[in-house]
């Protein structure tokens, strides 16, 4: 570091700071600053080996750092990733399951409030849905056949009477019983 005025008198050296005759030494690097008001001018040289050497080891730091965030970020994109997979999964395995006729089949929800547990909620209140559905149209198909078989016996029962009533009445007219024939 050297200070010096206007006129160029140093007022303070710090002896790092060298001239060699010609001028600052070519291997160093200097920083200016001139204070207006005084005219004081504070120079400061750093030998280029030690910028180099210090940005070496800055860069090497820097790379590393980058190495470093770039491994970490792939291996949490990996595992985020594979957790989601598997949510997926269970979900695609649960439209299989209800592809082939069960009904009953429903997809484990996860206390996490997204898009996938929305999904599987969604899964699972619609196979309830449909349970209730086919519940009730077996319900109801069972009460129609119930209705039918019903109205067919009351056809029947009639018309099964008159002819075991008639039956009767041939026989007593073939044995020569007419007063149980007309009854």
């Known amino acids: 570091v050297l200070v010096s005025t206007k006129t160029g008198q140093v007022i303070f050296n710090s002896g790092e700071f ?4 010609n001028g600052i030494d070519s291997n160093s690097i200097k920083s200016i600053n001139i204070v207006e008001d005084t005219g004081i001018t504070v120079m400061v040289t750093t030998p280029e080996s030690q ?4 940005s070496s080891f800055l860069i090497k730091t820097t790379f590393f750092i980058s190495i470093l965030s770039i491994i970490l970020a792939i291996i949490l994109s990996y595992i985020t990733i594979r957790a989601f997979s598997k949510r997926i999964k269970l979900i695609i395995g649960g439209f299989k399951k209800v592809r082939s006729g069960d009904l009953k089949a429903r997809i484990p929800i996860e206390d ?12 699972n209140s619609m196979c309830e849905e ?6 009730k149209t077996i319900e109801s198909e069972l009460k129609q056949k119930t209705a039918e078989i019903n ?7 009639p018309h099964f009477l008159y002819n ?5 009445r041939m026989r007593a007219l073939t044995h020569g019983a007419e007063d149980v024939g007309d009854m």
Do not use: C, H, P, R
């Open 151 to 157: 109205a067919l016996q009351a056809q029947i029962n």
């Open 18 to 21: 060298y001239d060699n005759g």
């Open 51 to 54: 910028v180099y050497e210090d």
């Open 164 to 168: 075991t009533l008639e039956a009767i």
């Open 112 to 123: 996490q409030n997204d898009e996938i547990s929305e999904m599987a909620l969604d899964f």
């Open 130 to 135: 449909l349970e209730k559905y086919i519940q």
